[in-house]
C-alpha cells in the first residue's frame, strides 16, 4: 500500500490540473494540445509542459479581443490570436479556444509542470496579415507552436 501511495505522490507531482488562468487551445479534431497562461506573460505551453510561444500584447488587448501576434520564444511570428483563434499565415485557423470550436472534445488530459521559459528572442517583423478564411487549414496547431521553440 505503501508504494502504491508513494507511486500516486510521485506521478501527481508532474502533473497539474486545469487553472482559471490557462486557456486551453484546440486542434482541428477538438483535442487540447496547448495552451495560454494569462498570468505569465501569455506564455503558450505544450500540454508536456514546455514553452513554445506567446501572445505580444496586454490584459487588455486580451479581454477587449483585439488582434494580438504569436510569436515562438525563437523570435518566428507564428500568426496572430483574432477572436479566440490563432489564425496561420495562411489566413486559416491553426488552433481555438473551445468557445470557437465547431466540436470540442468534452475532456483535458492532465498538465504536466511547466518547464522554465526561454527568453524573448528577437521578434521577426510581422508579416502582411492574410483575410481570415473562418475554417481550419492544413497547418497543425501543435507543429506551428512547436516550431516557434528555441
Not at 7 to 14: A, H, Q
Not at 18 to 25: P, V
Request: hydrophobic share 40%; with cysteine.
Amino acid at each position: 500500500m505503501k508504494k502504491i501511495l508513494l507511486i500516486l505522490l510521485l506521478t501527481s507531482s508532474f502533473l497539474t490540473l486545469a487553472d482559471d488562468n490557462d486557456i486551453s487551445l484546440l486542434d482541428v479534431s477538438g483535442e487540447a494540445v496547448v495552451y495560454i497562461v494569462l498570468d505569465d506573460e501569455f506564455a503558450i505551453y505544450t500540454w508536456d509542459g514546455h514553452a513554445v510561444a506567446y501572445l505580444e500584447g496586454s490584459v487588455s488587448d486580451f479581454n477587449s479581443m483585439r488582434i494580438m501576434d504569436v510569436y515562438g520564444w525563437n523570435g518566428n511570428h507564428l500568426g496572430w490570436f483574432v477572436d479566440g483563434f490563432v489564425m496561420n499565415h495562411n489566413g486559416d485557423a491553426s488552433c481555438s479556444i473551445k468557445e470557437r470550436h465547431p466540436s470540442p472534445e468534452d475532456w483535458e488530459n492532465l498538465k504536466y509542470i511547466k518547464d522554465y521559459k526561454y527568453l524573448k528572442s528577437v521578434q521577426d517583423i510581422e508579416p502582411e496579415k492574410p483575410v481570415f478564411s473562418g475554417s481550419f487549414g492544413e497547418i497543425d496547431c501543435l507543429d506551428l507552436m512547436i516550431s516557434g521553440g528555441s
